[in-house]
């Protein structure tokens, strides 16, 4: 049986673009699949690339503003956000680093693992 590896989708919103890559690079080196999306400037934009690429973990790397209506949209999608100031989403985080170590924890609780029993 073998692990499946935690799918994170990576936008950018009102941030220039290469903001996320950093994040992108920590994330695959712990062994998440990441999809960089590049900039995205409209909540369309972000809730059709998720549907398309259909992720456990939608990560928005904002600026100033942030996509509202964002996790109503995307109800089944686990959100997260990157960036200076307030923000409404409910996983934010200012640094990268905080990002990545959040994403490392919610891997280790979601991603089915066999039983050290099972052979």
């Excluded at 999306?37 to 503003?65: F, K, N, W, Y």
């Excluded at 990157?82 to 409910?90: D, H, K, L, S, Y």
């Amino acid at each position: 049986m073998t692990r499946r590896l935690l799918r994170v989708v990576l936008a950018e919103f009102g941030v220039e673009e290469g903001s996320a890559a950093v994040l992108g690079r920590l994330l695959r080196d712990d062994g998440v699949e990441v999809v960089y999306a590049g900039r995205l400037d409209t909540l369309e934009h972000l809730v059709r690339t998720a549907e398309q690429e259909d992720p456990d973990i939608l990560g928005v790397v904002r600026g100033a503003s942030e996509p509202e209506g964002l996790a109503e949209a995307l109800p089944d999608v686990l959100l997260f956000a990157v960036g200076n100031g307030p923000g409404r989403f409910e996983n934010a985080f200012e640094s990268l680093e905080e990002a990545a170590n959040w994403v490392s924890g919610v891997r280790s609780h979601t991603v089915e693992t066999p039983s050290d029993r099972v052979r």
